[in-house]
């Protein structure tokens, strides 16, 4: 079976530019990613700020295009639908903040009508559509005439789950969607989502900087640095017994709240008694590790 | 009274739109001399609230203290005069702001901001310093952050520093003065994980190190656990739980504090996400 989503040498560059706006020179934000994602999997691209991982998720959206390389999505490449209903209707995203990706003058019908009219879903199946979505995500239909200043954090990030699955795409990319929410609250969310994946048949990719809850959310996972995926596998075995450096900085970086927990961070040494940045770390270790192939 | 800092019953409401809200309910917190302790909850706890009533920056109104006392080494604050008030803030006791991107001014150099900072806290300390003792001093606490090349650093402004820089500067602009309590309202929530665990263990080296009292607050149980020894969970505006921070995770007692590290998830895995089996 042809896997749910498919990257192969994805790599964009951006030009740096001096003052006056002439390229000086070029900096790599993705360099030679390559996954794939079965259908119905959970796979998790884990990595700091500047990671690159934001990036891959707006090249699989059509909001950047690639410099190189593929993306397929259940086996056709996206490079000449995007922008059109084919592509949208595949794949859609739930981002970071819902605060700020719903619109505050629009009602949570409104918002979530949005897709349903540029796909052009029936008007008259409309509502009927929205209050099925509103039961998806667990929120009363009364919620359908609310503006999102009236709404938590929680319901705000369901709502953008109902958006996002209204014109019912196969692959949903979560970018950090609880990483504004409570502890409490991001546990029903992701119930929520993970319940969701089930009775959809959807496929998730996953983007955090949260190792604990990727490790709970997961199948596989990537570890990204710098644009380059450094380690990926099983997310037991990568937790377990990560293989490169950077992976084991992350672990050893996470506030646990066990000793269990404790006992699985890898122990790093310290430079000038401090835990070292990864530039230090891996500068240390004179490594040039590649890229571990799945 | 022997804790450094002791809040007794602190009470506080809010007045909006011609409602008032009851947000703190008979807070009682103490922070011992040289002792590391932590307030957790969520947003909405309190945490912040009771923050701000300690460190005097409760606006009022909208706020209203209703009921209570905040003792720091025996006097009570709420009954200080304002200038006595206004002298220990950032003399005696500092706060370790959240976000260093919004705290730090952009069109300042640091050891501008720095040495404004010192400047007022001597003038309120009825200290004497020249401009060059205060860049010295300036200087000096940017190396104690454990800051290569402080004179670059001070002669930078905000933009020119990364993230765990700008947070070293804010944890570098309440040591200028050697308070006694720091107090610390989540310090490096905005960074990168491995930024934010170089940012803790300097907070607990400085801590230790230096022998200060640390009142962490923070969302963050794992962050409890590894920056304190003692800790108070709020919830809706109350204390509804306290104790050593070993014990409280190995032996939690009120529901909500079950319910809270029940919904942490673990490095270990074994958390099933989902409220239907497959």
Redesign the interface.
């Known amino acids: 079976m042809k896997p749910m989503l498919e990257i192969r040498g994805l790599t964009k560059t951006f030009p740096t530019r001096s003052a006056f706006g002439r390229a000086t020179g070029e900096v790599k934000a993705v360099a030679n990613v390559s996954f794939a994602i079965e259908r119905g999997q959970v796979y998790g691209l884990a990595g700091e700020s500047g990671s690159g991982k934001s990036t891959i998720a707006r090249m699989i959206m059509g909001l950047t295009r690639p410099t190189s390389g593929s993306i397929l999505i259940d086996g056709q490449d996206i490079a000449g639908q995007i922008g059109t209903r084919a592509h949208g209707a595949r794949v859609q995203m739930v981002f970071q903040n819902p605060g700020a990706s719903l619109n505050p003058r629009r009602t949570v019908a409104q918002s979530i009508a949005v897709p349903l009219v540029a796909h052009g879903f029936p008007r008259a199946d409309q509502p009927r559509r929205i209050s099925e979505l509103l039961d998806m995500v667990q929120l009363q239909r009364a919620f359908a005439q609310r503006y999102p200043h009236e709404l938590s954090g929680g319901q705000k990030q369901r709502v953008a789950i109902a958006r996002a699955l209204a014109v019912a795409p196969r692959l949903l990319v979560l970018d950090e969607p609880t990483s504004a929410l409570d502890v409490s609250v991001q546990a029903r969310v992701m119930d929520l989502l993970t319940d969701l994946g089930r009775a959809l048949d959807l496929t998730f990719l996953f983007i955090s900087h949260d190792l604990s809850l990727m490790r709970n959310f997961a199948q596989r996972v990537g570890i990204l640095y710098l644009g380059e995926i450094v380690e990926t596998g099983e997310t037991p075995a990568v937790f377990e017994h990560p293989l490169h450096d950077y992976t084991r900085l992350l672990l050893a970086s996470v506030p646990v709240i066990s000793a269990e927990e404790e006992a699985m961070r890898p122990i790093i040494p310290l430079i000038d008694g401090e835990i070292p940045t990864a530039e230090k770390l891996l500068a240390l270790r004179g490594q040039t590790q590649g890229k571990v192939t799945p | 009274m022997s804790a450094l800092l002791s809040v007794r019953d602190l009470s506080v409401e809010f007045t909006t739109y011609g409602q008032t809200a009851q947000v703190l309910q008979n807070v009682s917190l103490d922070v011992p001399a040289h002792a590391q302790i932590a307030l957790v909850g ?2 909405g706890s309190g945490k912040t609230v009771t923050m701000k009533a300690i460190m005097g920056l409760l606006r009022q109104p909208p706020a209203r203290i209703t009921g209570g006392q905040i003792f720091y080494d025996g006097r009570d604050l709420l009954t200080l005069a304002d200038r006595d008030r206004v002298a220990l803030r950032g003399t005696a006791m500092s706060m370790v702001f959240q976000d260093p991107m919004s705290s730090l001014n952009p069109v300042f150099t640091i050891a501008d901001q720095m040495g404004t900072i010192l400047k007022y806290a001597d003038r309120r300390l009825g200290r004497v310093r020249n401009a060059r003792d205060r860049m010295a001093r300036v200087h000096e606490v940017l190396a104690q952050v ?1 800051m290569r090349e402080p004179e670059r650093v001070s002669a930078s402004y905000p933009i020119m520093l990364s993230g765990g820089m700008r947070q070293r500067v804010l944890i570098a602009m309440a040591l200028l003065s050697e308070p006694a309590l720091l107090i610390a309202d989540e310090p490096g929530t905005a960074l ?7 940012i ?3 907070l607990k ?1 400085l801590v230790t190190q230096r022998g200060l009292a640390l009142l962490m607050i923070t ?8 920056t304190s020894s003692y800790v108070y969970v709020m919830n809706k505006g109350r204390v509804v739980e306290q104790a050593e921070t070993a014990t409280l ?1 190995a032996n939690p007692q009120s529901d909500y504090t079950k ?3 029940a ?9 099933r ?4 089996t ?1």
């Open positions: 969520e947003s454990r990168d994980v491995t930024t934010q665990a170089q803790l263990r300097l080296d969302h963050n149980l794992g962050v409890v656990r590894e995770f319910s809270l590290i919904a942490v998830p673990r490095l270990t895995g074994g958390t996400y989902g409220t239907v497959p």
